[in-house]
């Protein structure tokens, strides 16, 4: 027994020392990363000193006294807080990603190699102006001093990781290139319609009838949901109506639009947008505010993702006329939301169609155009596999576009004798570069319009506002000019005259100065009335949020930064007010219906009502729109809002018969089947109290870390992820927290950011962003800011030099 009980003692002694240990290293792997935020630095090439200050949540504001200064800095900070975010996003946009993760990543990069972002980012930089490459230049030498004294777990835990499946990795050197691939990233999710286009013709394809199709895509309603810029007025000119599509193999389309999806996966784990979403920002001018000077507000739409998207950082260089706070990308130089001294500015996606696809006549590495055979311009790629062999492909493009169809010899084969190319304007180069460093030094509108001019891709509504009390809208982008159709459906490439023609002059473009009524509100929706003479989309989201936006701004008397602030949290559904008078119509009655009257459709987080009526209006999509099948389901968003509040005005519409079931259902047969499906699920999720029931044990959201966060492998996830957390709000709602009807409840899309800057004293603005500033994941700053903007509260923003420095944290020297 003595015996046993010795070997029993060191056996726990023995235990407890590899636990110790293990806690040790374990402690020392996910701590070694971290950024240093105090303490003087060396950083090679400065030529003086540049001084950062810290504040509370990790957010830094940088002086210099040179640009080239300043950009080497912010690169620097750049990769000690986000580095494995900003070689993860070079690897999605260079096509390369089959050399972190292996094998299974192969048919994404064939798409993206494809597609070429890289090639045309290259040509970017070549036409890129002397200053914007220098300044490119400057930080990619600051990325690659930090890399110099960080390799693998060093610089990030991610690579730890990575190291147990793909042990031979090594970190390149930063490129500047690197920073504008990034920028076909965010155009590609901004890219418009295209995935519109992709399923109305799989539609048609699968045997739908065009006018049911077109049922599902409806008239923006313009007289209920007011445009950005109203154009009074009537359209006369037929000139952009939408012609007849040619008929586009089943098989051929579905694979498109499968290979396409891969690609929209991959940039979703970047934290960019997802379908079905978009983004708030308004400005208001001081006759309608408490301070009498301007207030801009500004929160983009985009996929959750851990660390978040965005970079707070402030960057000042007054000596050099570069003096601007917000919001930046890491791996991508300036400030990309945010204000200087003189001008503040927003985006939401002005989502015009940029976008075409042409079905493509060949024969060989032929392809027909007006009855002449043409060749086809082709290259060779070559992809790196870790863990595996080199692949080559070769891609083919016509004069529209690369081929999408050449990405698997089984979509060729799918296609016979058509395959699919891609016109966008993305792979055009331009001088988006440009005018981000542009727009960071305006002073006024007229310099601030002549560097949104520059903006080309992607397209954006901006909002404006200026110190001396101006507000402003412009409309910037590279916007096609068709030479025959709408860009709705595919067009037969083999026919010039669907050709784009030239691009709508940026003097036409909509653009507004201090207008009368004393604001702008921009939510993806459309951009004018019809009577516009000029074609930017048919596809625009349908106005509840921008209406719901607009009517709170004109009913709450004088604005303050407080009063925006509850805009931007506001929960309202505006669907829900078509369809709960419909479901209370319903004959019948129970604890659940009783829920919804005098509801006034407000949805936060511990709503019973919110959450019977989701539930309700998740089954009423899968009841309502069965014909669409698992390719297409309807996923709830703003564009069903409009759809089903036209079927409820039209109660002997076909789509309200269930073609699963051998009755012939009605409006009410199908309204009351939604409920109960609703109030069966609740119960047996929720409980069986309804009054108990609450809208964020449903609607919750997790915090999933780009890459590793969906590996499968608990252990790994804890150490990324974080969640999941009940939130309010809904999709088609200002407090966008969107989520897929069929799919389940979990968030899909979030306000990224919430911002108001506040023009009679910068110093008083607000921020705030998903997460926090900080990509390592035990660093405090990783998810600290996720609490307020959980419940709608922010963070100040500040801008005087000598509250900054009241208030810094830390204050640290980057030294020659």
């Known amino acids: 027994m003595r015996k046993l009980r010795r070997v029993l003692l060191w056996s726990l002694v023995a235990l407890l020392v590899l636990v110790l240990a293990g806690a040790g290293y374990g402690t020392w792997t996910v701590r070694r990363p971290l950024a240093e935020r105090t303490g003087d630095l060396k950083l090679a090439g400065l030529s003086a000193p540049v001084t950062v200050r810290w504040d509370a949540h990790g957010i830094p504001q940088v002086y210099a006294t040179t640009p080239g200064d300043l950009f080497r800095a912010q690169g620097y900070l750049h ?23 292996g094998a299974g990543q192969l ?9 070429g972002w890289r090639r045309v980012a290259e040509a970017e930089y070549a ?38 499946q793909n042990g031979d990795y090594e970190i390149e050197k930063w490129n500047p290139v690197d920073s504008l691939a990034w920028l076909k990233a965010m155009a590609w999710d901004l890219r418009g319609n295209m995935d519109d286009e992709l399923t109305r013709a799989q539609l048609l394809a699968d045997g739908m009838d065009r006018a049911r199709v077109e049922e599902l895509y409806p008239t923006y309603p313009e007289t209920r949901h007011t445009p950005i810029v109203p154009t009074p007025g009537t359209v006369a000119d037929g000139k952009y109506a939408s012609v007849a599509p040619p008929v586009v193999p089943g098989s051929l389309v579905r694979g498109v639009a499968e290979g396409i999806e891969k690609v929209a996966a991959a940039t979703r784990a970047t934290g960019l ?20 000077k301007p207030f801009l507000a500004n929160d983009p739409h985009l996929s959750p993702s851990m660390p978040g998207i965005w970079y707070q950082m402030g960057l000042h260089c007054s000596s050099c006329g570069i003096d601007v706070a917000g919001f930046t990308f890491s791996g991508v130089p300036g400030v990309v939301i945010g204000h200087n001294a003189r001008i503040a500015w927003g985006f939401t996606n002005l989502d015009p169609d940029v976008t075409d696809l042409y ?25 790196q596999v870790a863990g595996g062999e080199p692949v080559t492909i070769t891609v083919r493009s016509t004069k529209h576009g690369p081929l999408m169809s050449d990405t698997s010899k089984e979509l060729a084969k799918a296609g016979g004798q058509y395959g699919m190319a891609l016109r966008w304007t993305a792979l055009d180069p331009g001088h988006t570069i440009d005018a981000v460093f542009a727009i960071n030094r305006a002073g006024d509108w007229d310099s601030f319009r002549a560097a949104a001019a520059k903006f080309e891709v992607p397209s954006q509504n901006i909002v404006y506002a200026d110190v001396d009390g101006n507000i402003g809208y412009q409309a910037p982008g ?13 067009a037969p490439g083999w026919e010039s005259d669907y050709d784009w023609k030239s691009y709508i002059p940026f003097a036409e473009l909509p653009n507004e100065y201090n207008p009368e009524r004393g604001y702008v509100v921009t939510a993806n929706q459309a951009v004018v009335g019809a009577a516009y003479p000029r074609l930017l989309t048919r596809d625009w989201a349908f106005g509840y949020r921008s209406q719901r936006i607009t009517d709170l701004l004109l009913g709450s008397g004088k604005l303050d930064a407080a009063a925006i602030g509850r805009i931007q949290f506001d929960n309202r559904n505006g669907g829900a007010a078509a369809l709960v008078p419909a479901l209370l119509a319903v004959p019948g009655s129970g604890p659940a219906r009783d829920l919804l009257k005098g509801w006034d459709y407000q949805q936060p987080a511990d709503s019973a009502p919110a959450a019977f009526y989701n539930a309700t209006w998740r089954a009423l999509m899968a009841r309502l729109f069965d014909e669409l099948g698992k390719d297409h389901p309807a996923n709830g968003g703003e564009r069903f809002f409009e759809v089903t509040r036209n079927l409820l005005a039209d109660p002997a ?62 252990p790994v996830e804890w150490l990324f992820n974080r969640g999941p957390f009940p939130v309010a709000g809904g999709g088609g709602i200002v407090n966008a927290n969107g989520w897929d009807a069929s799919e389940g409840y979990e968030v899909t899309a979030v306000p990224s950011m919430r911002m108001i800057v506040d023009m009679s004293d910068l110093d008083a603005s607000r921020w705030i962003q998903l997460t926090g500033n900080s990509g390592h994941a035990f660093d405090e700053h990783y998810d600290d800011q996720f609490p307020l903007w959980q419940v709608g509260k922010d963070l100040p923003m500040r801008w005087a030099e000598a509250t900054i420095r009241k208030e810094a944290a830390s204050t640290q020297v980057l030294r020659p």
């Open 79 to 101: 990769a000690s807080e986000r580095f494995w975010e900003m070689d993860f996003r070079r690897h999605v946009t260079a096509g390369r990603l089959s050399e972190l993760f």
């Open 107 to 115: 048919d994404t990069d064939k798409y993206l190699r494809t597609m």
């Open 127 to 164: 036409a890129a102006t002397p200053e914007t490459r220098t300044y490119l230049d400057a930080y990619a030498a600051g990325v690659n001093a930090w890399l110099a004294d960080h390799d693998g777990g060093a610089a990030s835990l991610e690579y730890s990781v990575l190291g147990l």
């Open 273 to 292: 947008g997802v379908d079905g979403i978009g983004s708030n920002s308004w400005v208001v001018a001081g006759a309608r505010t408490t301070t009498g």
């Open 359 to 383: 079905l493509e006549k060949l024969d060989g590495d032929r392809y027909q155009v007006d009855g002449a055979w043409l060749d086809l311009d082709k290259r060779t790629e070559v992809l």
């Open 478 to 490: 590279r916007v096609p000019v068709r030479g025959k159709g709408d860009g709705r459906y595919p």
């Open 653 to 714: 519409s076909t789509w309200w018969d269930d073609r699963r079931t051998p009755k012939v259902e009605t409006q009410q047969d199908i309204l009351a089947a939604a409920m109960a499906d609703a109030e069966r699920e609740l119960r047996s999720r929720l409980g069986s109290d309804p009054k108990k029931w609450q809208w964020g044990d449903l609607h919750t959201l997790t915090l999933t870390n780009q890459t590793f966060g969906k590996s499968g492998i608990g």
